[in-house]
């Protein structure tokens, strides 16, 4: 059953991460392991992401690692990628990067703050999906 | 602007945990953070993972707290559902409870431990997107 999960090559992760938009960051805060979806661009071999002030913030001027997530999945088959580096928040000469790449606040707040995460580790797998039952319930 | 991001309460975020088969689980390994892909179910007032082992039983083991989430988004708003608390791996006279509710592995492979997540804290958000420029992309 080896083949129901199989790895992504760097390259098939780094084509994932540019087609999708949206993925979820995990980080630490004190002993606490907090996660939170958010949007963010491809820059070169890095991530863009703008951040509220606020705990996303808070973790990343404290210099800890951070875990970041895409996912895609239909009936057949499902797609994780995963990066994980240091964020660090660019400081004003450098934010400019934000405005290069499509990186568009989702909801129309207000978010100053661009971080960048170089990766460290990228990794990703498909799942060969084994459903059976998904014709058995009723979609509502 | 506040309107953008509005809480959901704990009967929605419940809601929407039982709507969904598929998130993903944030946990601390000693001082790195690990994010992978999950399906899950709920049962009463709590979630049941099947895990192989590996990382994730690693972490539940060593009795760390971790965090949870699903999300659901199109294109005019996106659902976010965060739960945090600790894991523990079911004894095998508890065991049985994965059978009672729709905790189907997705990809065929023997999975033999459950996994209770108890949530301390259940949090949802709803963000109204605005993203004008999803039209202007053409879609692949």
Redesign the interface.
């Known amino acids: 059953?080896d083949e129901?999960?199989t790895a992504l090559t760097t390259e098939e992760c780094w084509e994932m991460l540019e087609q999708e938009e949206?993925g979820?960051i995990?980080?630490?805060l004190v002993?606490?392991?907090?996660?939170?979806?958010i949007n963010y661009a491809v820059d070169g071999r890095s991530l863009l992401f703008r951040s509220a002030e606020g705990e996303k913030l808070l973790a990343i001027v404290m210099g800890?690692?951070?875990?970041?997530?895409v996912?895609h999945?239909n009936d057949d088959f499902?797609r994780?990628v995963?990066v994980?580096g240091a964020a660090r928040l660019l400081p004003e000469d450098e934010a400019h990067r934000a405005e290069n790449v499509?990186l568009?606040?989702?909801?129309?707040?207000?978010k100053y703050n661009v971080v960048e995460l170089q990766p460290r580790v990228v990794s990703g797998r498909a799942?060969?999906?084994?459903?059976p039952?998904l014709h058995l319930r009723p979609h509502d």
């Open positions: 059953m129901a999960v949206f979820r995990a980080f630490r002993d606490e392991v907090h996660i939170t979806p800890s690692e951070v875990a970041f997530e996912d999945y499902a994780s995963v994980r499509p568009r606040p989702w909801v129309a707040e207000e799942f060969h999906l084994s459903r039952w």
